[in-house]
């Protein structure tokens, strides 16, 4: 009776122990999708990374399926059947794109699903999704060697270039704090000019004002046409005098002549006081004054034929006696 009861408990703990295991294996299978039913779609890779079958598919980081079947086709092509539960295939389209990524510390290889751009129909049976081909750590491993090379290179020449920098007379300029005293006078003597220079251009831009609007001296001479008529007016009697006294200096000096001859050959009165040494000595003095005044008159008046205000007005009057001797002429 005691071995019965041995057998009997040893029988229930081997049947609980199976039924464990059966449990477990449908719950393993369930989420592998190995025992349900769900939707059979198809990839291409040209290299599967270390992925084999049975390996989770996901979409949007759950899991979606599992890997049902690897086939080679050729020798740049493998064929890989997912096994999509139909749970999550009514939210697939056709248009997603399937790539090999890593899942946890161990590096499990699995099938990302990624939705795609557009508008495209739900998956179904033997449809091919789009794939996007990894890049494995042996294709960046040269990638990354070569850029480390070229950082090396970059940061010797870097260093290089700083130090050369640091023993240059530049920096040597730029540590001196004399040289930074220097550039503070020298910005402050800038600023200072600049502030004389916006000043000065601000009194021309009045004058240039004031002179359009015919203020001051300037403005009225070059704006007022009744002024600039005064001023011809002006210079037509400095004209006409100065042709007065050159008529008179003409008749001082004919009158000189006649009195030099009346010296010589003359007799009367007036021989007999310029015959006096002290009256011909009065008279020379005289008759030399004149002369003096006749000739600093004139050239009083050639210096205001030079000057700015009557130089236009004296040539208009030559070319207009020009004009009147070429007339002359050919009559």
Sequence with gaps: MKTERNN??????VMCGLAILVIALYLVGENKNNWGSGIQVKIHFSDLNGLVEGDNVLYAGMT?????????????????????????????????????????????????????????????DGDYLATLQPVGIDQMLPKLSHIGDNVAVVSE??????????????????????????????????????????????VFRNLAYQTKNGKGALGLLIADS????????????????????????????????????ELLHGKGVLNLLLTDSASAENVSKSLLNIK??????????????HNFFFKGY???KQKEEAKQQNKTGAQ
């Design 226 to 261: 009744s002024f600039a008529r005064s001023i011809s007016k002006t210079v037509n009697q400095l004209e006409g005098a100065s042709h007065n006294v050159n008529e008179a200096s003409l008749k001082l000096n004919n009158t000189a002549s006649d009195i030099n001859d």
């Design 8 to 13: 009997i408990k040893l029988g229930i703990f």
């Design 314 to 316: 004296f040539r208009k």
């Design 64 to 124: 979606a399926g599992s890997v049902k079947k690897v086939q080679i086709l050729n020798d740049t092509t493998i064929e890989v059947t997912l096994l999509v539960n139909n749970k999550t295939g009514h939210f697939i389209h056709r248009n997603s794109v399937a790539t090999i990524g890593s899942q946890g510390l161990m590096g499990n290889k699995v099938i990302n699903i990624t939705p795609g751009r557009g508008n495209a129909g739900l998956i179904k």
């Design 292 to 305: 003096n005044g006749t000739d600093g008159f004139n050239q009083n008046m050639e210096a205001l034929k």
């Design 157 to 202: 020449v870097l260093k290089n270039t700083v130090l050369a920098l640091d023993s240059s007379h530049l920096m040597r300029l730029l540590k001196d704090s004399n040289t930074a005293k220097q550039l503070r006078l020298t910005l402050t003597g800038a600023r200072v000019t600049l502030q004389n220079t916006a000043e000065v251009t601000t």
